[in-house]
């Protein structure tokens, strides 16, 4: 495999340094929890090899929330970054097909391409309100497709599938014996996802979730894969050992005694999130030169400048992270014009969103062409 370093990497707030950003509207989850809020002591844990599949406890944890008995139904991995990667380079080769949505996390896309496998993107389409179109996903399946990737709620629109649409993909995946992969990251995240995990539904279903996105601990890369197909789970869990064995002890640990805790700081997290989200409506519905379809779930929206007005836009980034110090998501971090911009509302506290977004609309004065 030739690897290629993705936009959203190489300009991450990670790589350009938090210490150059003072309004960072960038970042796709919500606000980083300290580990002393944890209350965890870890002074007794043995640094050893762990078993494979990760925690037994915390698998089991994981897969009653999942509506499922075995916790063999769960592979623990590092971050949800690591089971699409596991997925993705075990069912996919050169000679065969995925059908994507796009835009998307990166990931999603671009460690199908760097395998080399044939893939028809399903164009998610701002004028139709993000809608998947089911259709055209049954209608792009060839005999040399092998996989269906979906996200939802979808990142970076915030867009909800409703559970009847992903119940009619279910079908399509079983009638045509095919696995479809739904990326569950933000279920937990500001709107709560109103229907169960979908790995509960059939063994044709992968669902894949982290910690990080929704509950702000993206430093223990702790994340999971969850299916009934048990040969699937083997060769997964095969990949697993190839590349890294197991996790780490110290992130196993720290997940299992924070999970369940976990809605007790899902409860301010959120009330938080919906906080800004009002912050987010109140300054749309006041900055005409943008639209867009407002998220419904996640923490994350994608408006676009609207047609009549005239920004230079390589201008307006420009302006907006040196003069201003605020970093957005560009459009080209998931292979969409510039025009578009992913704003976070969950990392940051409400009077640095509050300027944030009135630094966009000084930058968007700046750029504009009269």
């Not at 998501?329 to 509302?345: E, L, N, Q, S």
Request: hydrophobic fraction near 40%.
């Amino acid at each position: 495999m030739l690897y290629k370093r993705m936009p959203i990497e190489k300009e991450s707030p990670e790589e350009v340094g938090y210490d150059a950003i003072d309004y960072n509207l960038s970042e796709s989850s919500v606000t980083d929890i300290r580990f002393e809020e944890l209350n965890v002591s870890l002074e007794a844990l043995k640094l050893e090899y762990i078993g494979h599949r990760g925690h037994t406890a915390f698998r089991k944890m994981i897969a009653a929330e999942a509506g499922l008995d075995d916790e063999n139904n769960v592979l623990l991995t590092a971050g949800a970054a690591g089971a699409l990667f596991i997925i993705n380079t075990s069912l996919l080769t050169e000679k065969d097909h995925l059908i994507v949505v796009r835009p998307n996390y990166a990931t999603n896309i671009e460690v199908p391409v760097t395998i080399g496998c044939s893939i028809t993107f399903i164009d998610l389409a701002f004028e139709k309100s993000w809608k998947v179109n089911i259709a055209a996903i049954e209608a792009a399946i060839t005999t040399a497709t092998k996989l269906i990737s979906i996200t939802s709620p979808h990142n970076p629109t915030g867009m909800l599938m409703k559970e009847e649409e992903i119940e009619q993909l279910i079908a399509v995946a079983e009638s045509n014996n095919l696995i479809l992969l739904v990326d569950e990251t933000y279920r937990d995240a500001c709107f709560k996802t109103p229907y169960p995990i979908m790995a509960q539904k059939s063994r044709n279903v992968i669902s894949v979730s982290s910690l990080s996105k929704a509950f702000g601990l993206p430093g223990l890369r702790m994340g999971w894969l969850i299916t009934q197909h048990t040969e699937l789970m083997e060769q997964f869990l095969a990949a697993k050992e190839m590349i890294h064995i197991s996790n780490s002890a110290i992130d196993e640990e720290v997940a299992y005694r924070f999970w369940p805790q976990k809605e007790r700081f899902a409860k301010a997290i959120n009330n938080k999130c919906m906080q800004n989200f009002e912050v987010l409506q109140q300054w749309l519905q006041k900055e005409k030169r943008l639209e867009c379809v407002m998220p419904q779930g996640g923490v994350v929206c994608f408006p676009r400048f609207v047609s009549n007005i005239k920004v230079d836009t390589e201008k307006f980034y420009r302006i907006l992270m040196q003069q201003f110090k605020t970093m957005v998501g560009p459009g080209h971090w998931f292979a969409m014009p510039d025009t578009y911009m992913r704003i976070g509302f969950g990392w940051i506290d409400q009077p640095t969103l509050k300027t944030g977004l009135e630094n966009i609309s000084k930058a968007i004065d700046a750029s504009e062409a009269l």
